[in-house]
C-alpha cells in the first residue's frame, strides 16, 4: 500500500536537545512538506520542498531545519532554537509542486517537551 | 490575518439529514479549494477539491459548491453517516508563488448523531 509514515507517533524533547521526526513516503510524490498543527488553529506550514536537494521555508521555519536528499525522505529537525516545539506534526506530499495538486497527509507525530 | 475562516467551530446533524460546512477566503487570488476530514490522532484525509474555474464538483455523498463572487465554498453531506464524525478543514491555494502552498482554515468539528 502506498503512502507517508511518520515516526516515531508520539516523542519527547528535553529542554536543549535537538530531535529529528522522519517523514518517508512511497508514492513517488516530487513534492513534500512539514506542517504544524497546534490547539484550535489549522495547519501551519513550516518546511516544503517541490523536488530533491531543493526546499524553501514556509511561514513559521525558525528553529527547524529539513533535508531532502532523497525524493522519499524529508527529515524535520526540531532545534533548541524553537522555543514552543510542543505540537502536532504533519507530514504531506503533493505529485509535484505544481497547481491543483492535492496534498497527502501522514498520521503525525506528537511532540511534547519533558 | 487569517486569509481562510470556518466561522463555525462545531456542527451537529442528524444522522440521514444533510450537513453543510462553510469556508470564507480573503485572498481572491486564490484558484484551487480543497477539504480534509480527520479523525483524532490522525492525518487529515483529502476529501474533494475544486478549481476556481467551477462552481460544484460532486463526488459520491459529498458535494464542494463554490461562490467566487461571494468568496465562499461549502461542502454538502447528504446523507450524513455516523462515520462522518470529524474535524473539516477547508486549504485553499494559489499558484502565484510558483508552489502548491496550502492555507488551512481551523476546522470545524462535526458530530453526526445516530
Known amino acids: 500500500d502506498g503512502g507517508i509514515t511518520q515516526s516515531p507517533k508520539y516523542l519527547f524533547r528535553k529542554e536543549g536537545q535537538n530531535v529529528t521526526l522522519s517523514c518517508e513516503q512511497n508514492?513517488?510524490?516530487?513534492?513534500m512538506y512539514w506542517y504544524r498543527q497546534d490547539p484550535g488553529q489549522g495547519l501551519r506550514l513550516i518546511y516544503y520542498?517541490?523536488?530533491?536537494?531543493?526546499?524553501q521555508k514556509g511561514d513559521i521555519a525558525e528553529g527547524y531545519s529539513v533535508s531532502r536528499e532523497k525524493k522519499e525522505s524529508f527529515p524535520l529537525t526540531v532545534t533548541s532554537a524553537q522555543k514552543n516545539p510542543t505540537a502536532f506534526y504533519l507530514c504531506?506530499?503533493?505529485?509535484?509542486?505544481?497547481?491543483?495538486?492535492?496534498?497527502?497527509f501522514g498520521d503525525g507525530t506528537r511532540l511534547s517537551i519533558l | 490575518d487569517q486569509q481562510v475562516k470556518q466561522n463555525s467551530p462545531s456542527l451537529s446533524v442528524q444522522e440521514g439529514r444533510i450537513s453543510i460546512l462553510n469556508c470564507d477566503y480573503t485572498?481572491?487570488?486564490?484558484?484551487?479549494f480543497l477539504w480534509y476530514k480527520k479523525y483524532p490522532a490522525e492525518g487529515p484525509t483529502f476529501l474533494i477539491s475544486?478549481?476556481?474555474?467551477?462552481d460544484k464538483n460532486e463526488d459520491g455523498r459529498f458535494t464542494v459548491f463554490l461562490n467566487k463572487s461571494a468568496k465562499h465554498l461549502s461542502l454538502h453531506i447528504v446523507p450524513s453517516q455516523p462515520g462522518d464524525s470529524a474535524v473539516y478543514f477547508c486549504?485553499?491555494?494559489?499558484?502565484?508563488?510558483?508552489?502548491?502552498?496550502?492555507?488551512f482554515g481551523t476546522g470545524t468539528l462535526l458530530a453526526v448523531q445516530p
Open positions: 520542498s517541490q523536488i530533491v536537494n531543493d526546499f
Open positions: 486549504a485553499a491555494s494559489t499558484f502565484g508563488g510558483a508552489t502548491n502552498k496550502l492555507i
Open positions: 508514492l513517488n510524490h516530487d513534492a
Open positions: 485572498n481572491s487570488m486564490f484558484d484551487y
Open positions: 504531506a506530499s503533493s505529485k509535484s509542486g505544481g497547481p491543483n495538486q492535492p496534498q497527502h
Open positions: 475544486i478549481s476556481s474555474i467551477k
